[in-house]
């Protein structure tokens, strides 16, 4: 698999070591991707996936099976090793191919004088089989400082959630209201062989049997379907929108949510998308040319209003501010590795930055809808509380909704096996003067 210079387990090895060093999947998969063929693709996103996901129940094993950790120039070798396991442990691949190409790839990544110590591992941990997990953060492969929050902010739910993020998500989707009814699609999906199921919450939602590539998918290319987690699609049922209204999508990059609102509402007065990131804006005019849709784009810091707000306010704005991603865990395993307990207390600060300026600029009798893909209550409801004891005008408003919990201070949802992401959702009003 692979070419002879790079043969696939290198190329994973690679990217395991940048994950390590700070990249996300997102950053550094696709140009490894591309030095693959077509059809090997998938297999390598496969082991990269698997690898994160299962990171720390690996890891922990490998340095039980290693006398001294490798030196820094070598550490490439243990991400090899790393992929190995996982393959040895949780994938269908023969065990003999798994351990004659991590020594090839050793090879092929230059480091011959570690092909006796690859195999000597490999084959370890081959007879011996799988560990008896040390500890929680190895039994449920997550982060010692993860596994402890949840356990301290969800003392019945923390083993659930963190089952749930070792899970594989459902491919979902959010059929373009504009251009069809749900079940005349359902319809089409079933004409074209692809088992699938309406959401149970999310209006305009489907959730699919197996993940299928888009190009499957009737008149994706049309702009007949996007695909977005459940949960992602709820915010467009809180936010009460109304023909002629002036909305903000505040953090609106790759665009899910801004097209979620288009579709919700075919006469809006206007829908300003603003994102800080200059990488991540141009998704949004993707997404909205896809799906034949209009909105006014600005690169910005949404919070200095000073730099692009035109001073006409806003009758609703959806905040979906920066957070740490811990709810949709399951489909970015990454950020296992990639977030740290230091990140939520700058986070906290930024959202609530952020809560502050919208505020600002949202008309009287207007709505904001303040959302995050976290688990983590100090991202949540936390901040609305923080945030309504400074601004003691803000109505919050309790949305009649049957999924979720009420945490007195907008509603979370926890990861779900079987459907939508970790999310949270609250609703503020600003009263008439
Ligand atoms: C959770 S993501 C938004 C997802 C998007 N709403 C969707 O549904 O597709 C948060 C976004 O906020 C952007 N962001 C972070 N800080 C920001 C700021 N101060 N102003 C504007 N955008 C910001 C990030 O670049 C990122 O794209």
Redesign the pocket.
Known sequence: MGDRQHPMRAIAAGVMLSVENGQSLSQCLPPALNRLPANERPVLQALCYGTCRWFYRLDGELNSRLKKPLRKPDRIIHHLMLVALFQLRFSQQANYAVLNETVEACRALDKPHLTGLVNGVLRAAEREGAQEPADDAARFSHPVWMVEKLRHNWPEDWQHILDANNAQAPMTLRVNALRFARDEYLGLLAEAGIEAKATRFAPHGIQLATPVPVDRLPWFADGAVSVQDEA?QLCTTLMDLAPGQRVL?????????TCAILESCGELAEVVA????AD?LPRVQENLDRLDLNATLKQ????ATEQWWDGEAFDRILL????SASGVIRRHPDIKLLRRESDITPLAA?QLG?LDAMWAILKPGGRLVYAT?SVFPQENHRIIQRFCKQQTDAILVEPEAQWGRDMGAGRQLLPDPDSHDGFFYAVLEKPEP
């Open positions: 992602a999508d505040a953090c609106a990059a790759p665009g899910g949510k603003i994102d800080e990131s991540r910005a810091d949404a919070a979906d501010v920066p957070c930024i952020l893909c």
